[in-house]
């Protein structure tokens, strides 16, 4: 997913940081007026479930965002790995 968040500069370091934590890759950032920053990155679907309410607890309900679907890309080995594994237990 394509994802665009505007975040006042206070909170860059945390947005930032969140994107890492869901295996974001983060594509581009300039600065907006007013005091904020635009950042666009590339992360995938299945970790962006409770992204709303994360970047309204990092951002005190300051920060907003759009997702759009972006691209396909086959899931890392490890990740993959997981998902055979639990789909053969039963």
Sequence with gaps: MKVTTIT???YLGDIIGDFNSRRGQIN????ANGGV???TAF???SNMFGYATD???????????VM??????PV????????????TKG
């Design 37 to 39: 920053e635009e950042i």
């Design 68 to 73: 759009e679907p972006s691209h396909y890309e």
């Design 43 to 45: 992360v995938p679907l």
């Design 55 to 65: 970047l309204r607890s990092k951002t005190q309900g300051r920060g907003q965002y």
């Design 8 to 10: 006042p500069n206070d």
């Design 28 to 31: 581009s950032m300039e600065a």
């Design 76 to 87: 890392p080995k490890n990740i993959a790995d997981q998902i055979i594994a639990g789909r």
